[in-house]
Every structure is written in C-alpha cells, then in structure tokens.
C-alpha cells in the first residue's frame, strides 16, 4: 500500500499478535489448520475493532437502511459455512453484524468474528439487491473462511511487515501513535492484506451464498465492471475497494462464471429486488456531508459544531469523525484536531498530553483565541531512531466543547512551520455566516424515466454547482451506465439533488 496522504489512517484489521498460532477446524473444509487466533479471539478483536470503527466514521444516521442491509447480510449468513449441519461446533451461535458508515468511499469490509461494514458510498454505486448479496457473502466468505487470522499466522511465522495506521507513521514516517497518544480516537488498526486466493474464494463463496436464496448472483460482475471504471479518488479516509480488493475486471469475468455454475447444481436464480433496493436508497446523502465539515476558500467550516478555521494555501484538509488534520504539501508539518471529551477544560486537556512519558514541556501558559478562553504549550520528543519532534499544542474552550491542535514537525523545521500553526490555531472563531450554519448535503433521488433518452440528458443542468468534483462520468459509473448510453423509459436511475 502506497504510504499517501489520502491513505494516512488505514483502515483494517488486527491490533496484538499472539505468540503461538491456534489449530482449529475450517468452517469451510472442516479440515484442521493453523491460525493466527483462535475463533474466541478472532470475536474479541473484532468486538473491540469494532467500537473504534464506529467512532472514527460513525454509522449512517438511517435505521431503516442499516435494518434493511443488516436483513439481506443475515439471509446470506443463513446458508453461509457458519450454519451448516457439518460445521465444527465452536462456530456455532456466532453472531455476526452488518452496519452502513456514514462515509461516501466506495468500500466494503471485514473485521474478525462477524463484523461487517459498507459505506453509504458503495451502496450508492450498486443497482439492486442482488449485487448488495454478493457483496455481503463476499464478506462474510473472509470471516467465515477467516482470511485475515491466515495472514496473521504467516506473518508470525517470519513475514512480519507492520504498517502503521497512525497519523505521524504515515504521513512523517515516524510512529506516531504513542508520540500522539490518539490511538483511542482513531481506527489505529493494522492492515493485512488479503492473498489474490483469499479474494477468490470470497468471490467463489459470495456467488454461493447468494445463488443458495436465489439471488441473480451474476448481477455481481456489473459493479466490478463499474470499478474497473473508477479512477482513485484523493483524500480519502477508508481504502478504496480497487485498493484492498484487486483486479476487478478479472471478477467481473468469473462471477457469471460461477453463477452458471449454481444453476446448474439447481439453484434457479430469480431475485434482482431492483425495485425494493432503489427505494430504500432514495435520500441517501452522495458525496461529502457539508454539515459535518468542509473545505472553502482557505477555511475549514463545520456548520453543525458552529466553528470554522483557516489553513495554508496548498495544505490539504483530511476531514474524518474523530479528528480533523491539516497537512502541508511536503508532508513534513501536521495539524490535528481533535475534540477532546474527557478534560475539564482547555489547560486540562493540553496537560493530558504533556503528562505522556517522553514529552518534554518548554513552555504553557494561558491565552485566548478570538475572545475564547484557550491554553497553549510547546513541548519535544524523540522517537525511537532518534529522530526530535517539536510540538505546539493549543487547546479551546467554546461552546461547551474542548477543541485541541497538535501540531508538529521535526525539531530542524520547527522554525519554518511555527508561523503556519499559528494561523490555524489562532484562527478558530465562532462561525455566524448563516449560509453556511444551514447548508444541507446532497442527496440521491431515486426514480424511474418516463422517457428514453441518453443518461447525459437526465442529469439536472446545475449538478456540477451542487457537488465539488463530481463529474457527469462519476455519476454514470455510479448508475452502471455508459454517459451517451440510450436509456429506455422505465428505466431506475439514480440524480443527485
């Protein structure tokens, strides 16, 4: 995985290896083999995992949607290896979970022992029930077939490659997450990756589970279509699925494939739902939640928490749940916001940082920020390899919430960054302008034509006013569809409004 700015805080997977593999029976083949954990432990990751997932993406605020994939996920986990009348019994009684974040990436993924996620992004991209199936038995195929506690075991056995999630490891190279002390407010998860047999058999058993409820499983292969399509996007927060999920045209030629396959085993294969899933998907919000934050004109603004602040020209905002950071372009300066819930106030949370073994304070005091009540300090470290950080905190006491910055740089370049810190701490300010305190997000309506014509004369002739980089191409790849493509009347597509 390339160590970008877009990529600064992987997603994925694994916190302690264990000293001793675990010999357990596959769900899959029944066959004893080695693992990295065993099953107990595989859940209990996942439980833990799962409670820093939700909070640095939050879940879709929609309870009919998450019931609705949360229904379809356990239709699949019904005929899934987990509950079989063959199946090694510390398998059975597994509870598994299906959850919708709040994050407009286009992905999918699992954590260990029964915990599954999509992105309102990655529904936004599919166009039926169907292909919703294949992706949650794709899913579940990695839990089940426990892929993730496999790579686990291969890297104890020598290949241990650790990629660090944590902010100052990917974007300083240096290990941040006990430098920061955020690991609490962050998925600072590991990320293994999956073999190209791994993805395989998920594809082979995500075609299985949902040809067994007679799904048109083959539905699969346009969604794969449509991300051999998708260019990676920038400053995303979660891996893409073309990152964690390779070759996808290779996918899109053997899931019919292995659908013909279940067909002819028996499995008549009748069920699209395409009419249920477009109405449950009409309203979603696409793209960016301008209510949770935003970018314009040099300004952070987040309408809902009424703040706003400034950043360098040519610095780049990555906007998450749990924190917000301002990088520069060199990569070699770091601002983090976080929202710190814990402190009594702003001395109090800036005095939780310095209080970490291996800082050392040079300075505090009290100031004030905008007439807001503030607490500043600077303070040093040394990472293991010798390298000297230099840090300027300052926290904030406003509208009964603390707002703290770390920001740091190496020790040498302290002196060229000091002034930049400066402007984005000093420059948070209560926000006012009423435009921005009631915009609203964009969202998806669903609807059937009631003319033909090409995909490029349904969309509304203000879209690009409406969404900051989207393209008339973004949104025919979101409807699986060519953008000169004739369209007949009766069609289901999906306009952003």
Request: aromatic share 10%; proline share 3%.
């Amino acid at each position: 995985m390339k160590s970008t700015i877009s990529r600064f805080c992987l997603l994925l997977l694994i916190g302690l290896f264990v000293s001793a593999c675990s010999i357990q029976r596959s769900a899959i083949s029944g066959d004893k083999r080695a693992y990295g954990y065993s099953w107990e432990q595989e859940k209990q990751i996942g439980q833990e995992a799962d409670q820093q997932i939700q909070l640095q993406y939050g879940l879709y605020n929609d309870d009919e949607l998450q019931a609705y994939v949360d229904k379809i996920g356990q239709e699949m986990l019904a005929v899934s290896h987990i509950n079989r009348e063959d199946t090694p019994s510390l398998y059975a009684g597994t509870d598994f979970y299906f959850r919708v974040l709040d994050n407009q990436v286009v992905n999918a993924f699992a954590l260990p022992g029964g915990y599954i996620y999509v992105t309102r992004g990655l529904l936004a991209h599919l166009d039926n029930e169907a292909q919703l199936a294949v992706v949650l038995g794709h899913e579940i195929g990695h839990v089940v077939a426990r892929h993730a506690s496999q790579r686990a075991f291969e890297q104890q056995m020598g290949q241990i490659a650790l990629i660090g999630g944590a902010i100052g490891g990917e974007l300083l190279g240096l290990p941040g997450g006990d430098i920061l002390g955020i690991g609490s407010q962050a998925a600072q998860l590991l990320f293994l990756s999956y073999s190209r047999d791994d993805e395989r058999e998920s594809d082979r058993l995500g075609v299985e589970y949902a040809s067994m409820q007679h799904y048109k499983a083959a539905e699969g292969a346009q969604f794969f279509v449509s991300l051999e399509r998708m260019s990676e996007q920038a400053g995303q927060s979660l891996p893409n699925w073309q990152s964690t999920h390779p070759d996808p045209a290779e996918r899109a030629s053997s899931i019919p494939v292995l659908a013909d396959e279940w067909r002819a085993k028996g499995y008549e294969q009748t069920i699209d739902n395409q009419d249920q899933y477009m109405e449950r998907l009409s309203n979603l919000i696409y793209g960016e939640n301008p209510r949770e934050g935003f970018t314009r004109n040099g300004n952070f603004y987040h309408p809902d928490l009424k703040f706003h602040f400034p950043f360098p020209s040519g610095w780049q905002v990555i906007n998450q749940r749990s924190l917000v950071a301002v990088v520069n372009r060199d990569q070699d300066a770091v601002t983090v916001m976080t929202l710190d819930g814990q402190s009594a106030n702003a001395e109090a949370s800036v005095n939780e940082f310095l209080n970490q073994e291996g800082i050392n304070t040079e300075g505090k005091g009290r100031t004030q920020s905008n007439g807001l009540p503030a607490y500043r300090a600077e303070a040093t470290a040394q990472t293991e390899d010798g390298t000297q950080l230099k840090f300027y905190l300052y926290a904030i006491e406003y509208g009964g919430n603390i707002y703290r910055f770390l920001n740091y740089t190496t020790a040498d370049k302290y002196g060229t960054y000091a002034s930049r810190f400066d402007e984005i701490t000093g420059g948070f300010r209560q926000l006012t302008d009423s435009g921005i305190l009631n915009i609203q997000p964009v969202r998806l309506q669903t609807v059937k034509t009631t003319r033909s014509g090409t995909f490029r004369s349904f969309l509304p002739a203000n879209f690009e006013s409406l969404i900051i980089n989207v393209s008339a191409e973004d949104l025919a790849i979101m409807n699986q569809v060519e953008l000169d493509e004739q369209i007949s009347a009766g069609t289901w597509i999906k306009i952003p409004r």
